[in-house]
């Protein structure tokens, strides 16, 4: 390029440096998803990813601007950086934190959306100050790229796989110095052999020393949200935390109080007629600071468990009488208790995280009455699905109980959070797993208006259909609701009148409101929590008939089955709604919204207002794209370069948010399919880059036919590639998700450099805003892949991304790509 400043060489020494920086910014990202997960209610890996964009994208353009000054004296910069980014890992959150930030009131105080801001810039230095490093030291690689950027992506697999372990070492903020270190540690062996090598070695135990005061004086200690369970908890008088444990699926507490008492939606008739009336003492259990279950002391006596009973959750006790019952979500072991009370003879307790079960089985297997060692009951440290997809047997009850907390729920904290345990696919495997008179009962939180109960009866509807179990599946339905919660009952074999006499004694005794069952009468309906109209009893009546599309399309919520390409089973909330809600509730429509929603949004706007500022507004002062006589530049080459280094930006972002949470089904937990997919796509795609080299300008379309294939074959043999690999060991899916989505990141990894070749060869004056536009474009694709894989679905999201690769690549024939001559 004209101009351009003569660059120092780039040796080993540069290359250890990159691989420390790397590491250390990936296995960061992680950790600041798990700390954004104890402050809040979730990972945020979309607003995460969305900043680690941000600020390597503005570090690319401040480089374009200073590359003069900066390649004079590179490895002063590279030492300056390194200390920078070291002393911004752990001070850019504890920042942040003295901003105050409180995400449940961006929808009354508006102050709170420049706290947003903020929050978000702070947040994205120490990707600025590494991206710095990253780019300073591949521009000045010259032939030795290649080298270079192997190590700049061995250190960001590295970092990515490392980080997920090393949370069972300690809790995310006693790592962040260790990754200040590794920077530090980097740029110490960049100094040898350098002419500022003396000095530089001066400057990093002033840096070292000056990160150790920091964590000191500002401890990036996360803060859990004034409206979380434990800080709640902790305020009772006698409150003390018993046990800690800290690991990759969660913070895990457990708190002790004499005032713990907790029975979700216990009916008021509980003790009125002079039995019991005494709850026995609990213990709490919290992960990331929300509510996760009890553990009650159990003495062996069956009868002090009466309050059991006295829940929802005991309602296919009285229907039929299981005896092999599966738990899932065992926690504190509330429902293992109830079974135990029941008496089933065979209980498998499945509880995803192994920390909650060392909890039970170790320092508090005692309180519990030895509950997960006794004869009946069989611990078993699995997911849910991938529990059943391995196992042969049938159960006569599976019960899901309340696996949200109640105060993330009633927010709509949920709405952007996937769970793959409520989706239509789901209840199927449940269904297939149920002995011929077997039981499927399923409670959550209620809400008013009803959303979570009607989006349930939805789901095992569309379930029962999908099945083919019975030409008329809602009569293998049953709903019932306390003043708190609401369980369904899905059965194999139609609900019998006798059993439906049961089931109207049951609620008559605990003053329950029965919702649904087939041939229900509204007169029977909303008697005790009485609701101004029986709107979950319309509903339910309305999903079950005829007029089930309509209700659907007219129903303020979304309350649609969910399924296994749209697991958002908290998302309620409707755009196409939001007037008539703004109408009728006025100032109270906006807690409908769902804070989750309104977090995506917010950070949409931000990332907008943001990457326009930082990556784009710095390259006005370039002042060279409208000076492109000598380059033969013209409108229609502008605007072609400019759309498809925008298309290939977003594409790669939609494809990247919707792998997500999509392999999260496959790997467990979102925290697990972060780690793994964003190493494999940064890995595989660095290696598609790399082999550019050696293929034609023309052979992008090789790449886009690839990605467009493997779209197809994704959309097609998905669901049975996930249902044959979901009884495999973790390592063989971990095996499987690299393969699949490495196969397709190598592919991704050739449109950028390739369209960068050819318009550094044609255009060398729109080089920088290709640089700026797909970093922006990629800002801002991380927010918004992600409300598009939650309003039209994961495989729609895919395809829109494979959409504008196709037009990227025509763009780029006809506007970008410079023809043979004579040809």
Known sequence: MEGKTKTPPVTSRHAVLLFFTSASVLAYEILLMRLLSITFWYHFAYMVISLALLGFGASGSFLF???????????????????????????????????????????????????????????????LFSGGIVGIILSAAGRDVPKLYAADLLGAGFGCIAVVPALYLGPPWMLLPLLSGAVLAGAGWCCRRSAWGGKGILVL???????????????????????????????????????????PLGLIHVVGSSLIREVPGLSLNYGLDGRGGILPNQKAIFSDGDALSTITRFKDDLNELEHLDFTTMA????????????????????????????????????????????????????????????????????????FLHRTEDRFDLIQISLLDSFGGSAAGLYSAAESYLYTTEAFGLYLSCLSDSGLLAVTRWLKFPPRDSL??????????????????????????????????????????????????????????????????REEATNRHDVQKEAYSFKGATSLAGSEAKGFLRDYLFDVSPTTDDRPYFSLFFRWHKAWSLLQQLRKEFLPFMEIGTILIVATLVQSVMAGGALILFPLLGLRRVGEGARD?????????????????????????????????????????????????????????????????SKSLWVAVTCVCAWVLGQALLEERLFEWALGWPFAGRLALTVGTVGTLSFFLGWPFPIGLRETSSRYPSLVPWAWGINGCASVIGAVLGKMIGMSIGLRMTMVVAALLYVSAALVFRFTVREPRKGG
């Open 632 to 696: 033969g530049l013209s409108t229609l080459g502008v605007l072609g370069t400019l759309f498809y280094f925008g298309s290939i930006g977003f594409a790669f972002m939609f494809l990247e948010m919707a792998l997500l949470p999509k392999y999260t089904l496959l790997l467990s937990h979102p925290i697990y399919s972060t780690a793994v997919v964003l190493g494999a796509v940064l890995v595989f795609a660095g290696c598609g880059s790399l082999s550019v080299g050696h293929v034609e």
């Open 315 to 386: 309602l296919p006790y009285h229907v039929r009488h299981p005896k092999k019952v599966l738990v899932v979500g065992a926690g504190g072991g509330t429902d293992v208790l109830l079974a135990l009370k029941e008496k089933a003879s065979s209980i498998i307790a499945l509880e995803a995280n192994a920390q909650v079960a060392e909890l039970m089985t170790g320092p508090f297997a005692g309180f519990s009455g030895h509950l997960y060692s006794k004869p009946e009951v069989h611990l078993r440290i699995q997911e849910a699905r991938q």
């Open 455 to 520: 989006r349930i009866f939805s789901t095992a509807l569309s379930a029962l259909r999908k099945a083919g179990i019975s030409q008329r599946p809602e009569e293998h339905l049953v709903l019932i609701r306390s003043w708190k919660t609401s369980t369904l009952l899905a059965s194999k074999t139609p609900f019998t009148a006798e059993e439906i006499e049961k089931v109207l004694a049951f609620n008559q005794r605990r003053s329950f409101d029965v919702d649904y069952y087939a041939g229900i």
């Open 205 to 247: 135990p002033l840096t070292g020393t000056l990160v150790l005061a920091c964590y000191a004086l500002l401890p990036p200690v996360p803060e859990l949200h004034h409206t979380k369970a434990l800080p709640m908890t902790m305020t009772f008088p006698d409150a003390r935390v018993e046990a800690e444990r800290e690991g």
């Open 65 to 127: 601007l200073l590359s003069r000054r900066v390649y004079k004296k590179m490895d002063v910069w590279l030492v300056l950086l390194a200390g920078a980014a070291s002393l911004s890992f752990p001070l850019a959150f504890s920042v942040s934190k003295e901003i105050g930030l409180d995400p449940l009131q961006l929808v009354w105080q508006n102050k709170e959306w420049g706290k947003m801001a903020a929050t978000y810039l702070v947040m994205a230095i120490p990707f």
